[in-house]
């Protein structure tokens, strides 16, 4: 993958936009996606970021760059939150998936009351979320 950054000289914290350039196509022309990324966000510019983004872009056409970024960004906070919660919950935990297509955080858990904190937790980050009240938690199904 190439890598072309077309970034003009800015004062301020303004948008920057950042030209990925994905492998060949058939033709051989590259297939381009514009991806907006804040100045700050510009000059820490991670390449797993950008394959991540190319990655989500490709596997799902409906999604747009910016909410590719987005999906991509809040990973870490969906798996700390999710590490959190499965040790805190663990007897009431069974299960969580991230829709990329959707953006949607699934969440299982045999509470109503947990379930209901739980998805308020990824909704507070700005994750959209589904809960779903199970019958049997993680810990008893892999007893």
Known sequence: MHLRATMPILLGALALPILLLSPSTQ??????????????????????????????????????PREAEER?????????????????????????????????????????DELESTTERFEELGIQTKGQLVDQSLEELLD
């Open 27 to 64: 033709q051989g022309a590259p297939a381009e996606t514009l991806i907006h990324l804040s100045a700050a966000d510009a000059q820490a510019l991670d390449p797993d970021f950008v394959r991540q983004v190319q990655e989500v872009l490709s596997a799902y056409p409906g999604v747009t």
């Open 72 to 112: 991509v960004a809040t990973q870490i906070d969906r798996q700390r939150v999710l590490g959190e919660i499965a040790e805190i919950h663990h007897a009431t935990f069974a299960g969580s998936w991230y829709d990329l297509g959707t953006g949607t955080q699934h969440i299982l858990m045999t509470d109503a």
